[in-house]
């Protein structure tokens, strides 16, 4: 990371959250959440990974599971994966703001 402002980065083993096959048979199993201060709405929000969202919903835009719903309604926001990681909460805080779709 390129500065140590952020608050929180957790790994997430989805192999031991969710039940599906298919989601236990993905080569990549840990992702990352990420907490994140949206300091113009005052509002500490927990964005994720581009890969993520491709595992919690189908080509329709729906939840593949159940699980998946659960775990997708607590994520504000998807990133692209490389900037989940490097990217320092300034960075992000402007690239969600920016693509928001309200």
Known sequence: MKEKDTKAITELDLRDLFRDETIR??????FLLRELRLSEY?????ISSESLEKVLFDDEGSYTSR?????????FFYVPDDMLSNASDDELESY???NLEW
């Open 25 to 30: 048979d993905l080569e990549k199993t840990i």
């Open 42 to 46: 005052e509002v500490d929000v927990c």
């Open 67 to 75: 699980e998946a719903q659960l775990l997708g309604e607590t994520i």
């Open 96 to 98: 969600v703001t920016e």
